[in-house]
């Protein structure tokens, strides 16, 4: 069967539905919680209808995909602690590493060791309960579309799937002073979503890009980017220097992309993974 049907039918639901709840004016948070329900369930309403193949749920080999699983975690935050020292040295990001104004602000007085762990621990808790919401995403964009895109180029497929996964997020950056923050928010899209899916694609598993999507989400927004700010950075964080978000970001990661490039381990993923989605 032609892919073209399945993806037409997959991204026409996928974007009609966050509109809708857009259209309904409920809270940014239902807005963002149902729309990654909506890839799932786009998903799950494609694969159903169109009989498509491989979507990536498998956990084999569970030793390897338990590794990757391990390496994203692990991957993600040490990519976000770099952003930050990056953007540290070139002084757009300011630290508060005496009163850690920053993390009191967002989680309270108190001592400092014991609401560092306070925090870490919250979102460590939330970055759980995100998880089945990562799994949506990443079931839809990495799971079902990337495989079939590669078919026009192993690079046209991964950039044209961030883009569209950048382009899906607009109900929340609706107004004209959103443009601006939307603008680096695509291109942060389209090199984490790189990312993403050479984790996709290399292990032919959706489990290693929803732990790292949402890591990123939860431990690297909730806790990475906020421990050791300061409170003023926090208050008007500028989206085109802010951490893995901002052009220190953009730098560790188009730098990681490279090497899994020149590595050859980009293109031998994309070979993998295009022959298990034709089935």
């Known amino acids: 069967m032609s892919t073209v049907r399945p ?164 109900p929340g950056y609706v107004g004209p002073h959103a443009r601006p923050a939307f603008l680096s928010f695509a291109i942060f899209c389209v090199l984490f979503g790189t990312l993403l899916g050479w984790l996709r694609m290399t292990t032919n598993s959706i489990w290693p890009s929803t732990v790292a999507h949402a890591a990123y989400n939860t431990l690297v927004l909730g806790f990475v980017n906020v421990a050791f700010t300061d409170s003023a950075e926090l208050a008007t964080p500028n989206p085109w220097t802010f951490g893995m978000g901002g052009w220190p970001g953009w730098l560790v990661m188009s730098v990681l992309i490279t090497i899994l490039a020149v590595t050859g381990r980009i293109v031998a993923g994309a070979r993998r993974s295009h022959i298990n989605a034709s089935h």
Request: aromatic residues 10%.
């Open 7 to 170: 993806v037409i039918t997959f991204l026409s639901i996928t974007f009609a539905l966050p509109w809708l709840l857009w259209l309904a004016s409920v809270s940014t948070e239902i807005v963002a919680a149902g729309s990654m329900l909506c890839v799932g369930i786009a998903t799950a309403v494609t694969t159903r209808l169109t009989r498509t193949g491989d979507t990536g749920l498998t956990i084999r080999p569970l030793r390897t995909v338990g590794a990757y699983c391990a390496l994203a975690l692990i991957g993600v935050l040490g990519l976000a602690a770099l952003a930050v020292a990056i953007g540290t040295a070139a002084g757009v990001h300011r630290l508060d590493l005496t009163g850690f104004s920053g993390l009191h602000q967002v989680f309270g007085s108190g001592p400092t060791a014991a609401v560092m762990f306070a925090a870490l621990a919250k979102n460590a808790i939330v970055f759980v309960i995100l998880l089945p919401f990562a799994f949506c995403e990443e079931w839809g964009w990495r799971g079902f579309l990337l495989p079939r895109l590669l078919p026009l180029g192993t690079w046209t497929g991964l950039l044209t799937s961030g883009v569209i996964w950048a382009l899906w997020h607009l």
